[in-house]
T-cell receptor, first 116, second 112 residues
Framework: ELKVEQNPLFLSMQEGKNYTIYCNYS?????LYWYRQDPGKSLESLFV?????AVKQEGRLMASLDTKARLSTLHITAAVHDLSATYFC????????????????FGKGTKLSVIP | AAGVIQSPRHLIKEKRETATLKCYPI?????VYWYQQGPGQDPQFLIS???????DKGSIPDRFSAQQFSDYHSELNMSSLELGDSALYFC???????????FGPGTRLTVL
């Protein structure tokens, strides 16, 4: 059974500071996703990481994937209040289970609060 | 760009009633996933369909059933509703092989 662990689960940080969210998963996978969710809203795709060593950046967020360590990180640079949200990592199984289905297993989420 | 459409967006039901949630995937996407997200929880996979056939099953109660129709839209049928079924229900779609799932806005189900 695939398990995904995120830490920290809660993060309160001041504007302008840097921080990293960690995502560990238990079995081999080649697809990892980061999503942002605002309260009561849908899941907004941030990054799709498909290979070992993949690094992607968008604005103040940068995500990386180490498939050998089964670890992904989401780094926040110079945080601003607009980044306050819950961030989820999600992992798809390496093997197809039947015909093209990649159900996602999510971490518990990191609730980020950026304080002015 | 077209996104995943879910209806209704909000639904209030009494215990033991039934509910039907609908999902219209992005055009040309042939795979649909259903997830349930309880308050303060992470989304949990329920069931998926590929080319109108059930492809995977997760933690879906026996009281729930789902299907994908010839036009690729999907419906999640929920019977004998319980208080614990109150949650956000997301549908996601993808093009088989590409893997990336695009989520709909969700249906908020409240069971009273």
């Amino acid at each position: 059974e695939l398990k995904v662990e995120q830490n920290p689960l809660f993060l309160s940080m001041q504007e302008g500071k840097n921080y990293t969210i960690y995502c560990n998963y238990s079995t081999t996978s080649d697809r990892l996703y980061w999503y942002r969710q605002d309260p009561g809203k849908s899941l907004e795709s941030l990054f799709v990481l498909l290979s070992n060593g993949a690094v992607k950046q968008e604005g103040r967020l940068m995500a990386s994937l180490d498939t050998k360590a089964r670890l992904s990180t989401l780094h926040i640079t110079a945080a601003v209040h607009d980044l306050s949200a819950t961030y989820f990592c999600a992992v798809a199984p390496l093997l197809y289970s039947g015909a093209g289905s990649y159900q996602l297993t999510f971490g518990k989420g990191t609730k980020l609060s950026v304080i002015p | 760009a077209a996104g995943v459409i879910q209806s209704p967006r909000h639904l209030i039901k009494e215990k033991r009633e039934t509910a039907t949630l609908k999902c219209y995937p992005i055009p040309r996407h042939d795979t649909v996933y259903w997830y349930q997200q309880g308050p303060g929880q992470d989304p949990q996979f329920l069931i998926s369909f590929y080319e109108k056939m059930q492809s995977d099953k997760g933690s879906i109660p026996d009281r729930f059933s789902a299907q994908q129709f010839s036009d690729y839209h999907s419906e999640l049928n929920m019977s004998s509703l319980e208080l614990g079924d109150s949650a956000l229900y997301f549908c996601a779609s993808s093009f088989a092989g590409a893997g990336e799932q695009f989520f709909g806005p969700g249906t908020r189900l409240t069971v009273l």
